[in-house]
């Protein structure tokens, strides 16, 4: 499955995808998952800054904006 | 070593003191204000205390501390503003004060107030909460916000599923204060109870804290200040800043005799 995962980071404009895993630990993991981001969860692309950084998701009915260097580190799988 | 009633208030007067800057006058309720950052938990904190309040740090941090009182049906109530998290968990200094308020200073009661346009991620906090304690109100604040964004909440449904008072508000009109404070006077006088809902971990889990919650019990101590469940999953976490602050408070509560 893993080879099937991308970072999250690449996900276009508009795309869906699916979280895989989380190549992330200690304070970041934690507020990742705090912020409903856990195996299974639909996050979608809504929003890229011009300069690519930060990135805006929709998670569990909120858009939160994250760094790229962070949304890299979460692996999905394309939906 | 078993503790009377007296032992227990001596405790906890001493322990708001000394660790959390925190003094009440005669018979005050102490209610702590859980929530998210920007969920509105500040306009709670002012519409109901008013200019009867004062700022300052927890002591030997540097997080700002809030305090203020108010009074409904001639009782008085110290309300103190936790800083906002997203959860008890993670090891900032933020989230290490709110867990050790709730855990270590036991508030009468604990208000969790949550955005009403993003609940789903809101409940997180909730739910470690009501891990810890069984006195919490739910208060869902910007209904205003949600209204205008066509969102529709079913209280009564979600009271029903949570177990615990859930009072929708929107703060910043005054709406849905009185009932907030109604709901918070009915759980610290305990003439309302609840059942707060228990997230059921993996059958893993389970096994383990079933395994370790018979030895934590004995330990009265322990049973008598912290949620034993709470403290056996923190165990199981390895959760190393948590079993600092237990050594810490536990030694408090020894050294009360």
């Known amino acids: 499955m893993t080879s099937l995962s991308m970072p999250l980071s690449s996900l276009k404009l508009g795309e869906k995808s699916n979280v895989v895993y989380l190549d992330v630990k200690g304070l970041l993991r934690r507020r990742i998952l705090d912020l409903g981001i856990v195996p299974g969860t639909v996050l979608t692309c809504v929003g890229k800054a011009p300069t690519g950084d930060p990135i805006a998701y929709l998670v569990r009915g909120t858009v939160i904006a994250l760094r790229s260097e962070d949304a890299s580190l979460i692996f999905v799988k394309q939906s | 070593m078993n503790l009377t009633i007296g ?12 660790h959390f800057g925190i003094s009440t006058t005669g018979e005050q309720y102490i209610i702590a204000l859980a929530g998210n950052p920007n969920v509105g938990k500040s306009t709670v904190f002012n519409a ?21 009182i108010y009074s409904y049906r001639k009782k008085s109530f110290l309300l103190v503003d936790l800083p906002g998290t997203y959860s008890l968990l993670a090891n900032s200094v933020e989230e290490e004060i709110a867990r050790d308020f709730i855990c270590f200073g036991k508030p009468n009661a604990t208000i969790v107030v949550v955005d009403a346009t993003s609940l789903e991620r809101n409940l ?29 909440i079913q209280f009564d449904e979600l009271e029903k599923k949570l177990g615990v008072p859930v009072i929708p508000t929107a703060a910043r009109n005054g709406e849905g204060l009185e009932e907030l404070q109604k709901a918070v006077y009915e759980i610290v006088l305990e003439k309302r109870l609840t059942q707060p809902k228990q997230i059921a971990y993996s059958q893993e889990v389970e096994e383990a804290i079933s395994v370790l919650m018979p030895q934590i019990k004995p330990l009265n101590i322990a049973a008598e200040v912290i949620n034993p469940k709470w403290l056996a ?25």
């Open chain 2, 48 to 68: 109901l205390t008013g200019l009867r309040q004062h700022t300052g740090n927890w002591p030997g941090k540097t997080v700002d501390n809030a305090q203020g």
């Open chain 2, 7 to 18: 032992d227990r208030s001596k405790y906890r007067g001493r322990v708001m003191r000394e």
């Open chain 2, 124 to 152: 997180n906090l909730a739910f470690q909460i009501m891990e810890i304690t069984d006195k919490v109100v739910i208060c869902v604040n910007l209904i205003d916000e949600a209204r205008k964004k066509k969102i529709k």
């Open chain 2, 233 to 257: 999953l923190r165990l199981l976490d390895s959760d190393s800043s948590f079993i600092e602050s237990i050594n810490r408070f536990v030694n408090m509560y020894k050294n009360i005799k």
